[in-house]
C-alpha cells in the first residue's frame, strides 16, 4: 500500500485536495502544515474546520529556526568570502527565497523520520497544484526528489476556480480572506502584486503596521526591500 502524505498549505487547491482523495475513499496516512508564523489569522480557524471536517489532524511543522531570527538575527557568511556580509536575511525575494528553502527542508526532514517507522508502503507525497498550474511541477520535483510525487488536480482537470468553488460548497470560507486576494498564505510575502499590497494595506491594517514594525528591525539596506525595490514604508 502506498502511504499517501499530503503537503498542506491551507489554501483552497491543497484543501479541495485533501477532501476529494478522501471522497474518494483514498487513504491519507497524514497531513503536513508548515507554520511559518506570518500566516492570516484565519488560516488557524480554517485549520480546525478542515481537522472537524476531515476526522484527522493536521501535522504542523515547525522550521528549525524561527523565521523572526531568520529575518532579523542571523549571521549571514558571504559564500565568497567567507566573512559576515550581515545580519539577518531580511525580507525574502526572487533571489532570496530562503523562507521556501526552509519550508521544502522542514519537509524532507519529516519525511525522512517516516522512513524509519515500521510501517510498509512507499511514500508519495500529494501536491495541491491546479489543472492551471502545470508549469510548476517540475520545480516542485527537484525540490522534493526523493519522493514520489502526485498532482491530484492535474490528475482531475480541477483548476484554481472549481478548487475555490468545491471548498466553498463544503461551507468554507477562510473568514473571507479569498474575497479579496487570490493567495491566501503568508500575509507578507514579498512575492505578491502592488495590487494586493494595496488591498492589504487598506483592508488589513493591523497586519501592515506588523509589517511596518519588522521592517524596522531590518538592519541593512538590501533586506529591506520588500516589493520591487519599494520598502514597506515606502508603500
Avoid at 480546525?48 to 532579523?72: A, D, H, N
Wanted: contains cysteine; proline residues 4%.
Amino acid at each position: 500500500m502506498k502511504r499517501n502524505i499530503v503537503s498542506f498549505s491551507g489554501g483552497k487547491d491543497s484543501t479541495a485536495m485533501l477532501l476529494m482523495l478522501l471522497e474518494r475513499g483514498e487513504h491519507v496516512e497524514e497531513i503536513l502544515y508548515f507554520d511559518t508564523g506570518w500566516d492570516f489569522p484565519e488560516m488557524d480557524a480554517h485549520i480546525k474546520e478542515v481537522e472537524e471536517l476531515t476526522g484527522m489532524k493536521v501535522t504542523r511543522l515547525k522550521p528549525k529556526q524561527s523565521f523572526e531570527y531568520l529575518m532579523f538575527e542571523h549571521p549571514v557568511v558571504s559564500s565568497k568570502t567567507g566573512e559576515l556580509s550581515c545580519v539577518g536575511y531580511g525580507w525574502p525575494s526572487a533571489m532570496r527565497r530562503w523562507c521556501t528553502r526552509e519550508k521544502s527542508r522542514a519537509l524532507r526532514t519529516y519525511l525522512r523520520g517516516l522512513e524509519f517507522k515500521d510501517i510498509p508502503g512507499d511514500i508519495v507525497v500529494h501536491i495541491g497544484f491546479a489543472s492551471d498550474e502545470v508549469h510548476r511541477v517540475d520545480k516542485q520535483r527537484k525540490d522534493i526528489d526523493r519522493y514520489e510525487l502526485r498532482f491530484p488536480l492535474i490528475e482531475w482537470g480541477v483548476d484554481e476556480k472549481a478548487a475555490l468553488e468545491y471548498c466553498k460548497d463544503k461551507g468554507l470560507s477562510w473568514g473571507g480572506l479569498y474575497n479579496h486576494f487570490k493567495r491566501v498564505s503568508c500575509y507578507c510575502c514579498p512575492l505578491q502584486s502592488m495590487a494586493t499590497a494595496q488591498i492589504l494595506k487598506n483592508n488589513y491594517p493591523d497586519l501592515w503596521n506588523k509589517m511596518l514594525q519588522m521592517e524596522s528591525r531590518i538592519t541593512h539596506e538590501p533586506g529591506k526591500r520588500f516589493l520591487h525595490e519599494y520598502k514597506v514604508s515606502d508603500l
